[in-house]
């Protein structure tokens, strides 16, 4: 389990380091996809079995896909992947960066957070995450009432910031 | 300092300098904001699990709809500067008149 964390970590980095290093969009919004994925597999490793259901199904596939739909206005002729040098290069250095500040704390890594959610909770029916979830749904009405209101409030942001006719936020000249 | 803990941060650093040093693109620039959301809701989730305090897991579910609020009026900027600009490059953002 150690080595599986190990390589969803690891993917982790790697993944946003490729997110990073400026390839075309479409690219991109493919590594962030990847990072997504391994971020799932690190909330699993840890016990966070609900909080890795909602990164999955919420963020891949609600928000990621809205991302790679705009990726199609970003078109490009000749899309850079990490197959060019620039950005094989860029990837590369940032990697660099990472292992040297990893040499850095090498040695003195705290063994001990392996230890996964709920390890010591025998007999208990719930998971811990979805608990405090449901904690929030219980007792958090007014933060939840906020966080409808910065969505309806967003929605207008986005009608307000796409409307055409010159009469938008931006106006076609 | 764990490995998880030194995982997320170097992710948000990562995010952080792409965000500041490449900028070809306004999609791309909005992807590593993606980047860097994704690994806060990351180590909100570690701090919940790692700790036990189950309480907190309500934070990044929380995080999880500013960051779609943030991620949907990024991605109307973009709609907005593709129609007026017809690119989204960002060279193509200073010019006085399109």
């Given at each position: 389990?150690?080595?599986?964390?190990?390589?969803?970590?690891?993917g982790?980095?790697?993944?946003?380091?490729a997110?990073?290093?400026?390839?075309?969009?479409?690219?991109?919004?493919?590594?962030?996809?990847?990072?997504a994925?391994?971020?799932?597999?690190?909330?699993?490793?840890?016990?966070?079995?609900?909080?890795?259901?909602?990164?999955?199904?919420?963020?891949?596939?609600?928000?990621?896909?809205?991302?790679?739909?705009?990726?199609?206005?970003?078109?490009?002729?000749?899309?850079?992947?990490?197959?060019?040098?620039?950005?094989l290069?860029?990837?590369?250095?940032?990697?660099?960066?990472?292992?040297?500040?990893?040499?850095?704390?090498?040695?003195?890594?705290?063994?001990?957070?392996?230890?996964?959610?709920?390890?010591?909770?025998?007999?208990?029916?719930?998971?811990?995450?979805?608990?405090?979830?449901?904690?929030?749904?219980?007792v958090?009405?007014?933060?939840?009432?906020?966080?409808?209101?910065?969505?309806?409030?967003?929605?207008?942001?986005?009608?307000?910031?796409?409307?055409?006719?010159?009469?938008?936020?931006?106006?076609?000249? | 300092?764990?490995?998880?803990?030194?995982?997320?941060?170097s992710?948000?650093?990562?995010?952080?300098?792409?965000?500041?040093?490449?900028?070809?693109?306004?999609?791309?620039?909005?992807?590593?904001?993606?980047?860097m959301?994704?690994?806060?809701?990351?180590?909100?989730?570690?701090?919940?699990?790692?700790?036990?305090?189950?309480?907190?897991?309500?934070?990044?579910?929380?995080?999880?709809?500013?960051?779609?609020?943030?991620?949907?009026?990024?991605?109307?900027?973009?709609?907005?500067?593709?129609?007026t600009?017809?690119?989204?490059?960002?060279?193509?953002?200073?010019?006085?008149?399109?």
């Amino acid at each position: 389990m150690v080595y599986v964390m190990f390589m969803f970590l690891f993917g982790l980095v790697l993944g946003l380091a490729a997110v990073a290093s400026n390839p075309s969009p479409y690219f991109a919004a493919l590594g962030l996809v990847a990072v997504a994925g391994m971020g799932c597999g690190v909330l699993v490793g840890h016990g966070g079995s609900f909080l890795s259901l909602v990164l999955f199904l919420i963020y891949l596939g609600g928000m990621l896909v809205v991302f790679a739909y705009s990726a199609a206005l970003a078109a490009e002729p000749y899309p850079e992947g990490w197959g060019s040098w620039p950005v094989l290069g860029v990837m590369m250095a940032y990697m660099v960066g990472v292992c040297a500040a990893a040499g850095l704390f090498w040695g003195g890594w705290y063994k001990g957070a392996w230890v996964s959610a709920d390890e010591f909770a025998e007999f208990s029916v719930f998971r811990g995450d979805i608990g405090g979830v449901a904690l929030m749904y219980s007792v958090g009405g007014g933060v939840l009432a906020m966080g409808a209101w910065v969505l309806l409030l967003t929605l207008f942001v986005v009608l307000e910031l796409t409307r055409g006719l010159s009469r938008g936020a931006l106006r076609a000249v | 300092m764990t490995p998880t803990h030194f995982a997320f941060s170097s992710t948000f650093l990562l995010g952080l300098a792409g965000l500041a040093f490449h900028r070809t693109h306004l999609l791309s620039a909005l992807l590593c904001l993606e980047g860097m959301m994704l690994s806060l809701f990351i180590a909100l989730s570690l701090w919940t699990l790692q700790l036990n305090s189950v309480s907190f897991s309500a934070s990044p579910m929380l995080l999880l709809a500013f960051s779609a609020c943030e991620a949907s009026a990024g991605l109307a900027l973009l709609v907005a500067t593709a129609r007026t600009h017809g690119t989204d490059r960002l060279q193509s953002l200073n010019l006085l008149q399109c």
